[in-house]
T-cell receptor
Framework: SQQGEEDPQALSIQEGENATMNCSYK?????LQWYRQNSGRGLVHLIL???NEREKHSGRLRVTLDTSKKSSSLLITASRAADTASYFC?????????WGAGTKLIIKP | EPEVTQTPSHQVTQMGQEVILRCVPI?????FYWYRQILGQKVEFLVS????????KSEIFDDQFSVERPDGSNFTLKIRSTKLEDSAMYFC??????????????FGSGTRLTVV
């Protein structure tokens, strides 16, 4: 797989449930970031986790990073309809972000 | 909340024409970037800019592309002679530290470029 591959590609859950998305990458990184994109709109930075960190929280978001497995996960707890969006992981090496193809999350009311 | 502002939100241009996409980064940010996203595809890095020069660019960023910071606030991407395959959403971003290592990157809402 390419750098920053998310799975699943699509996820549909009921409002109130937790959503977990995974990301794998290939090369060494300085940090890994998660972004949200509402349909056809801009990219919103959610959370950044550095290569020496293992877990980070921000509100209902929890991100983990396992550098030995070159993988990260994003957990959204108690999902809401407004969480419906595409979620991307992006890895940072040098000046550029390398992006995955994203997970399309649909929250059903 | 400080924002990165991009104009226009949508631009339609004839193939072969020059386009300039404009961005106003966050005022205290020092690093500036352009990314693009072809419809249905991954976001791709184009170029990063620091201290009035390009710090890194991708293979996509060929001689048809150029960036400029003409004054203290604007950051522009010029495509000299547009091709159909340049049709994409173009995102400008800025960051306080290099590699977005402090707080990540702040992205603008994008300019949707359609080349006809």
């Amino acid at each position: 797989s390419q750098q920053g591959e998310e799975d699943p590609q699509a996820l549909s859950i009921q409002e109130g449930e937790n959503a977990t998305m995974n990301c794998s990458y290939k090369t060494s990184i300085n940090n890994l970031q998660w972004y949200r994109q509402n349909s056809g709109r801009g990219l919103v930075h959610l959370i950044l986790i550095r290569s020496n960190e293992r877990e980070k929280h921000s509100g209902r978001l929890r991100v983990t990073l396992d550098t030995s497995k070159k993988s990260s996960s994003l957990l959204i707890t108690a999902s809401r309809a407004a969480d419906t969006a595409s979620y991307f992981c992006a890895t940072n090496s040098n000046y550029q972000l390398i992006w995955g193809a994203g997970t399309k999350l649909i929250i059903k009311p | 909340e400080p924002e990165v502002t991009q104009t226009p939100s949508h631009q339609v241009t004839q193939m072969g024409q020059e386009v300039i996409l404009r961005c106003v980064p966050i005022s205290n940010h020092l690093y500036f970037y352009w990314y693009r996203q072809i419809l249905g595809q991954k976001v791709e890095f184009l170029v990063s800019f620091y201290n009035n020069e390009i710090s890194e660019k991708s293979e996509i960023f060929d001689d048809q592309f150029s960036v400029e910071r003409p004054d203290g606030s604007n950051f522009t991407l010029k495509i000299r002679s547009t091709k159909l395959e340049d049709s994409a959403m173009y995102f400008c971003a800025s960051s306080e530290g290099g590699q977005g290592r402090i707080y990540g990157y702040t992205f603008g809402s994008g300019t949707r470029l359609t080349v006809v």
